[in-house]
């Protein structure tokens, strides 16, 4: 399987701002998703990012608080736009690899986002 | 809308011995993907074993395996041989079959705590 990588590993930040998570991969993929793990809970699916095309945002998520990008095959970048102490939980990007595995999918580390 | 349940918050088991977590899921789909996915603290999601749902062979790897009723909507973990390093968060995942798939969304259960005692 490739590696998925994300950055920063962490971060703290002061409510009323914003977070950029970068998601890369060290192969072309076509979808690459975006997940919330909020402290204690199991993960949800915020969005599906797909190359040359808008995100398609999960219920109960939008835009305007989770803009994402995906400028090419290899990378992905979610915003966590004027933050709350809510929006503290692992940011966790994923896609599925190999050409011959399209349909389990490979994890990034997490980005663990902490709002004071 | 598809819906996964994990009904054990937490699971204990003596080291080398075995442990089933359970799973069951909610689906109108006749084919689809079943997976286990760990989750250490170091909270990096690790696959440990995935099941089509069109194969009535259950998945085996190494010491784990799965014990797949597709009638029943059931997907069963079980660990032989536990290690002190199998301890973590098990999330039991559904995911859809689609034509031409280049990855699909998962749905997650609400995860195990898998405590292993030396």
């Known amino acids: 399987s490739a590696v998925i990588s994300q950055k920063p590993s962490r971060d703290i930040c002061q409510r009323g701002t914003s977070l950029t998570i970068q998601c890369q991969v060290d192969s072309q993929v076509t979808m690459m998703f975006w997940y919330r793990q909020q402290p204690g809970q199991s993960l949800t699916l915020i969005a599906t990012?797909?190359?040359?095309?808008?995100?398609?945002?999960e219920s109960g998520f939008v835009i305007d608080k989770f803009p994402i990008s995906r400028p090419n095959l290899t990378f992905s970048t979610l915003t966590v736009s004027n933050m709350s102490p809510e929006d503290s939980s692992i940011y966790l990007c994923?896609?599925?690899?190999?050409?011959?595995?399209?349909?389990?999918?490979?994890f990034g580390p997490g980005t663990r986002l902490t709002v004071l | 809308a598809q819906t996964v349940t994990q009904s054990q918050p937490e699971m204990s088991v003596q080291e080398a011995e075995t442990v089933t977590l359970s799973c069951t899921y909610d689906?109108?789909?006749?084919?689809?993907?079943l997976f286990w996915y760990k989750q250490p603290p170091s909270r990096q999601m690790i696959l440990v074993i995935r099941q089509e749902a069109y194969k009535q062979q259950n998945a085996t790897e190494n010491r784990f395996s799965v014990n797949f009723q597709k009638a029943a909507k059931s997907f069963s973990l079980k660990i032989s041989d536990s290690q002190l390093g199998d301890a973590a968060m098990y999330f039991c995942?559904?995911?859809?079959?689609?034509?031409?798939?280049?990855?699909?969304?998962?749905?997650f259960g609400g995860g195990t705590r898998v405590l292993v005692k030396p």
């Open positions: 689906t109108s789909e006749s084919d689809y993907y």
């Open positions: 994923s896609s599925s690899l190999g050409a011959g595995d399209t349909d389990t999918q490979y």
């Open positions: 990012a797909n190359q040359g095309s808008e995100a398609t945002y």
């Open positions: 995942a559904y995911s859809p079959l689609l034509i031409k798939a280049a990855g699909n969304k998962l749905t």
